[in-house]
């Protein structure tokens, strides 16, 4: 196969790492990289010529890859130059936006969509949600700790001292366990919360306290996922939640739905009455955020409490995410990629789930 790398517009990240270009070419493929793909996560150029890559501009690459993978979908006017039949991996993120699987069904396409890999133990090594999300955690809790006016750990000094700062996690997956941890690491008081009965203990192992509310719909059949709840327990959450909130120094939410707008746990009337300096990081903003007052991809100060919308942290460790963003790649192209040819078998059910697009037809949700 020959296989694309291409410069990401808007991101810091790129999809493949010069370590995995090195294996990909001992596994029968060629791989051409656009000048400067890995220059923000500190990957050279030189990197990529000595791993066996073909430097091209960015035009040049997409007219001889079939096979092209990227963090954020290409532009429409990126597929033009692909060759027909090509496959195309990166997020879509059909549910929110399928405009752009859309622009991708063309040309006897074949697209893999990442974000809708199961979650199998099968698929672990190819969750990009997941490696990115636990990147996301730690760098929420690192980047309010940046715009907190206070101190994270318990201090005792000869001028006095200082209570540790109390960090409420909301959402305990993937980026809130990392959040729980980095918290505890820098010396915080943690709690977190989160509907999914199974959270309860991963919590507590990490040295936090779980806050419960009684009453959570089921989610055993979801597939790792959460579900939405119902108006009852959601009430009690608020309440619940508005106890805590207020007492708190740092919020860091991530409660998502899989395939729909994240629940708002943290209303207006909570931000007003929580302490002057506080800081919400909400990595959920993308899909309209735990927070009412949130607004994707920006900081703002709302009552006195800094809110930051920021969904792709990750992007901002830049050289350790698309380290790992590669190895998922790889195990997921590894399902496909024969002795350098693609053989794609539709009955496999990674493959089967992550398609979004087949012989150029969008088939997600048919
Ligand atoms: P996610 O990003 O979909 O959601 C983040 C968290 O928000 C989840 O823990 C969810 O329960 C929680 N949440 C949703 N609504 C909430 C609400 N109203 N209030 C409070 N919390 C709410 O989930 P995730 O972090 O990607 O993963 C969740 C679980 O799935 C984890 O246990 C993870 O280990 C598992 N998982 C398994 C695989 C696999 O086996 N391949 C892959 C990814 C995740």
Redesign the pocket.
């Known amino acids: 196969m020959k296989i694309g790398i291409i410069n990401e517009k808007t991101d810091n990240r790129v999809a493949i790492v010069p370590d995995l270009v090195k294996r990909l070419i001992d596994e029968g493929n060629e791989i051409f990289a656009e000048e400067g793909c890995g220059e923000s996560a500190l990957y050279s150029d030189e990197t990529y010529l000595s791993a066996g890559a073909k430097m091209l501009d960015r035009a040049d690459v997409l007219k001889s890859s079939d096979l092209i993978c990227s963090i954020f979908p290409l532009e429409k006017e990126d597929y033009k130059l692909l060759p027909n039949e090509a496959v195309v991996i990166s997020s879509f993120q059909p549910y929110f936006s399928l405009d752009k699987t859309e622009s991708a069904a063309n040309k006897n396409f074949t697209v893999f969509s990442l974000d809708m890999?199961?979650?199998?133990?099968l698929?672990?090594a190819m969750?990009v949600?997941?490696s990115m999300?636990s990147i996301a955690g730690y760098k929420a809790v690192i980047t309010a700790a940046n715009h907190l006016p206070k101190y994270f750990p318990m201090l005792t000094t000869a001028a006095g001292s200082i209570p540790p700062a109390k960090v409420l996690v909301?959402?305990?997956?993937?980026?809130?366990l990392q959040a729980v941890a980095t918290a505890k690491r820098l010396g915080a008081v943690v709690q977190a919360?989160?509907?999914?009965a199974?959270?309860k203990e991963?919590v507590e192992s990490l040295g936090a306290k779980f806050v419960e509310v009684e009453g959570a719909a089921d989610?055993k059949s979801a597939g790792?996922?959460?579900v939405e709840?119902t108006e009852e327990y959601?009430q009690k959450?608020r309440e619940k939640i508005f106890e805590e909130a207020v007492k708190a120094d740092v919020i860091v939410t991530?409660?998502?739905?899989?395939g729909k707008p994240a629940?708002v746990?943290i209303t207006k009337e909570m931000v007003d009455q929580m302490k002057e300096g506080s800081v919400i990081v909400d990595i959920a903003s993308s899909t309209g955020g735990n927070c009412e007052l949130t607004e994707d991809g920006k900081t703002v100060v709302k009552s006195g409490v800094t809110i930051i919308g920021n969904s792709e942290l990750a992007a901002d460790v830049p050289n350790h995410a698309s380290q790992l963003f590669s190895k998922n790649i790889h195990n997921f192209a590894k399902t496909f990629l024969k002795e350098g040819k693609a053989e794609i078998d539709m009955e496999n059910e990674i493959l089967k789930s992550s398609c979004i697009v087949s012989n150029g037809e969008v088939v997600y949700g048919n």
């Open positions: 890999i199961p979650r199998i133990t698929a672990q969750d949600l997941s999300a909301m959402g305990a997956g993937v980026a809130g919360f989160d509907t999914r199974a959270a991963e989610d790792g996922y959460a709840q959601k959450q991530t409660a998502q739905l899989r629940p746990l």
